[in-house]
């Protein structure tokens, strides 16, 4: 008993410091403030309608009507039943945020470096490079949460993978398992297929050696056993990824059937736009910034202090000394060919050396698949960029799901994972008694050559740069070509700072490897070392992105948004309706859906058919297809402020129509809108012609139909008409989950207008009901209770057998 404590001991110290460590970071928490992160105001301002629903009535609502006319909360934080999986994860984020993802990051990686048999010491240092990496640290500044959550979950599967292929069958497949649901769960399926890309590597690489050792009956067991605890872990998460797959043949990733842009000429037919897709391509050049991190000016809003250059030529400008720091305090330093960068992809001077230091010391399956992943990754993050857009357009053509996804330059988190994986295997390797001295000295004295060299390179010939951003053209008819040159001196004047502070890790990390090979340092203070150099070098530049700055009171955070006096006039009117809000970009914030039922929104994947409408007609604020959404209110700047302006002419709730316009396809379906009178015509596809009778609707003066209850999952009307109509309501049509019923018979219902609803309403007095009752979530959640029960059973029998063999 007394040995099992003292091999536990270590691993509790470490799981103690890492907890010190994520709250010393983000130590404001402490204090009650949380991070103000840009994105999660966003969603703040999407999911809340439907947290307040949940808070008032208990239920889930599963639909919101407070962004783009109406969409499912899918993706705004749904909760659904029997997902315990994610209750798991809950739990293991017990930390404030985001303290929690710090937190996630250190233990996962720690975890993947134990299942390499790495000392936990050098495990520890390994933590410290993986989780301070500059890029997992500002997407928690912005808020881009649940990638974050997803990183820290990779080394889970990886590790569970490896075991699996090591003939550790019981706990490989219950950390494989328990590694794919959480990752899963953290619903960021982009992350998630960048995971696969590198389980692909690791598998061709472990399929190589198993053909060359003649051990094909071993790797296809280990297959075998990895691809149950997959699907185990898709079951776990089978209502989100039910639910996922259904809306996104919806969302801006599917395809609606149009192949025309708002010109009418040809467009694309599926996916996502080439160009859209490739928007954020990583530089080839730009990617010295792993090593050196202001290579490129470091962020399109960077720090320089009040004794840079730019400073003093706003003062020259006449601007006074408040204006021309806050300009200096977010200079657009950065010159590289991305749009905007919130930060360097900085992986450390210090972990870079010793990843090209290990690539001398490490042999094996390890090194072939950490450079195979690592070098597949640096070229797809390429994206357009020449040489390597054959290979993006390649693999946006032919391997599946590549083009739903965008911002390829996100695919460096693969990096950011290998490379101090390798980098601290190659340290293991430097602590072996068997590896000779001489090897050794040969690894220090060429990684020194190699990183130093480069550093030093860039040092000699930083004159050849022109440190030309591409908005600098802007920037000179605003404030002239004075201003930019002093501009591009601070580029210069950053780039070479930090490539001196790159060549100075180097060597004082070559010198701590050199002096312990040499038996000037004994192996604690090597640690000690490595460590403090590691954790200097990366939070150094951590705290330039991500500080105590960016905390504020909770207040601040849990309200994002100040209603402004347009809103509030807005919010007396008690019925349901729409707002447009025209101060901004409709379609790129979710200020309006915090206050009001929105046209617009903010989402990664919003609704295709709204998103073409937007193109097509909103964009233009054509009256007639605002009308029809029941846009009652629109906000308009004025230079008073946001004003309110009430619109007389809006169809309402819904309404009944006098004539139909058939169409035979989406492209007719958006063009046919286009001058109609929506009050008076519907325009209707002929895939619904079976719903419609062979006539047209007469007028009646008498006929009639309101809303009278309204809840987002739930919307009653009362209808009044002296013969057969046809209604067209101002919701959005989503073929799955939402029911019609007149007086509580089921009754089928059909889309118009390219994206409303629409039925049939017999002569009479009716009640008709439109119910939301996603059938995905019923089965999805059947799969997840099964699945997490066999799941449940499989770990406590591993335990049970681990426990009896001991």
Not at 514 to 524: D, I, M, P, S
Request: glycine letters at 8%; charged letters at 20%.
């Amino acid at each position: 008993m007394n040995f099992s404590l003292k091999k536990v001991l270590p691993h509790i110290f470490v799981f103690l410091g890492f907890i010190i460590i994520s709250l010393a970071y983000f130590y404001p928490v402490l204090q009650g403030k949380e991070i103000y992160q840009s994105d999660i105001a966003q969603y703040i301002g999407m999911s809340r309608q439907q947290n307040d629903f949940r808070a008032e009535t208990g239920e889930e609502p599963y639909w919101t009507d407070a962004a783009f006319g109406g969409m499912p909360t899918y993706q705004l934080g749904a909760n659904y039943p029997h997902n315990y999986i994610k209750e798991l994860d809950r739990t293991l984020r017990f930390l404030p945020r985001p303290a929690d993802y710090l937190f996630l990051y250190f233990l996962g990686i720690y975890i993947l470096l134990l299942v390499l048999k790495i000392d936990y010491r050098l495990a520890f240092l390994g933590a410290l490079a993986f989780g301070f990496s500059t890029y997992l640290i500002i997407i928690l500044g912005v808020g881009h949460n649940a990638k974050a959550h997803a990183i820290a979950y990779m080394p889970w599967v990886i590790g569970g993978i490896l075991l699996c292929f090591r003939q550790k069958y019981i706990i490989g497949f219950l950390l494989l398992a328990f590694g794919m649901a959480l990752e899963i769960s953290a619903n960021h399926f982009q992350m998630t297929f960048y995971l696969l890309l590198l389980v692909i590597v690791i598998g061709i690489v472990y399929l190589i050696e198993a053909f060359r050792k003649k051990t094909l009956p071993e790797f296809f067991k280990a297959l075998a056993v990895m691809v149950v605890a997959v699907v185990l872990a898709i079951g776990t998460n089978a209502t989100n990824l039910l639910a996922t797959q259904e809306y996104a043949d919806f969302s801006t990733r599917g395809d609606t059937g149009l192949t025309i842009n708002p010109e009418g000429t040809p467009e694309k037919s599926s996916g996502l736009d080439y160009n859209y897709i490739t928007e954020y391509s990583y530089g080839v050049l730009e990617s010295f910034n792993l090593f050196i991190p202001r290579f490129m000016g470091g962020s399109s809003a960077e720090n320089l202090g009040t004794d840079s250059a730019v400073y003093s030529q706003l003062l020259q400008l006449g601007a006074n000394p408040v204006q021309a720091a806050q300009f200096a305090e977010a200079a657009p330093t950065y010159w590289g060919d991305q749009p905007f960068v919130g930060a360097p992809a900085y992986v450390g001077a210090t972990v870079l050396f010793l990843f090209v230091f290990a690539l001398f010391l490490v042999r094996g399956k390890l090194k072939w698949w950490v450079v195979g992943g690592s070098l597949l990754a640096l070229i797809l993050s390429f994206g357009k960029n020449y040489p390597f857009e054959f290979i993006t357009r390649f693999f946006i053509e032919y391997v599946p799901l590549y083009n739903k996804f965008r911002a390829v330059s996100s695919i460096q988190v693969i990096l950011e994972l290998c490379i101090p994986v390798l980098a601290i295997a190659g340290l293991s390797r430097l602590f072996f008694k068997e590896e000779s001295v001489e090897r050794k000295v040969y690894s220090i004295k060429w990684a020194t050559i190699i990183t130093g060299g480069i550093a030093l390179l860039f040092l000699l010939f930083r004159g050849a740069f022109s440190f030309t951003g591409a908005s600098d053209g802007v920037l000179i008819q605003q404030l002239g070509p004075e201003f930019v040159r002093a501009l591009k001196e601070d580029r210069k004047a950053v780039f070479t700072a930090d490539a001196i502070r790159s060549l100075v890790y180097v060597l004082l990390t070559a010198a701590v490897l050199w002096f312990f090979v040499k038996q000037k340092l004994n192996r604690n203070l090597t640690f000690l070392g490595l460590g403090l150099l590691i954790l200097v070098d990366l939070v150094g530049v951590d705290k330039r992105y991500v500080d105590s700055e960016d905390f504020v009171r909770s207040s601040v955070v849990n309200r994002p948004f100040q209603a402004t006096e347009a809103d509030r006039e807005i919010m007396r009117d008690e019925s349901h309706y729409r707002v447009f809000d025209l101060t901004g970009s409709p379609f790129n914030t979710a200020r309006t859906s915090f206050f009001h039922n929105s046209i617009g929104g903010y989402h990664a994947a919003k609704p295709g058919r709204m998103q073409e409408l937007y193109d097509f007609y909103l964009s233009q604020n054509n009256l007639q297809v605002l009308n029809m959404l029941n846009t009652k209110y629109f906000i308009i700047p004025t230079e008073e402020g946001a004003v309110a302006q009430a619109n007389p002419e809006t169809n309402g709730n819904a309404w009944f129509i006098q004539e139909v316009k058939m169409v035979e396809n989406a492209n007719e379906a958006i063009q046919a809108l286009d001058g109609i009178n929506t009050k008076r015509v519907a325009v209707v596809d002929d895939d619904f012609a079976e719903f419609l009778p062979k006539k047209q609707f007469e007028a009646d003066s008498t006929a009639s139909i309101e809303l009278v209850s309204y809840q987002p999952n739930e919307l009653i009307y009362r209808a009044s008409a002296e013969s057969d109509r046809m209604a067209v309501f101002s919701e959005i049509y989503y073929p799955h989950g939402w029911q019609a019923y007149i007086d509580g018979e089921k009754v089928p219902h059909f889309r118009a207008n390219y994206v409303l609803r629409a039925m049939m309403v017999p002569v009479g007095e009716h009640e008709i009901t439109f119910r939301f009752e996603p059938e995905v979530v019923k089965t999805g959640s059947s799969i997840a209770l099964a699945s997490s029960i066999v799941l449940g059973l499989l770990l406590i029998g591993g335990l049970f057998w681990k426990i009896r063999r001991k």
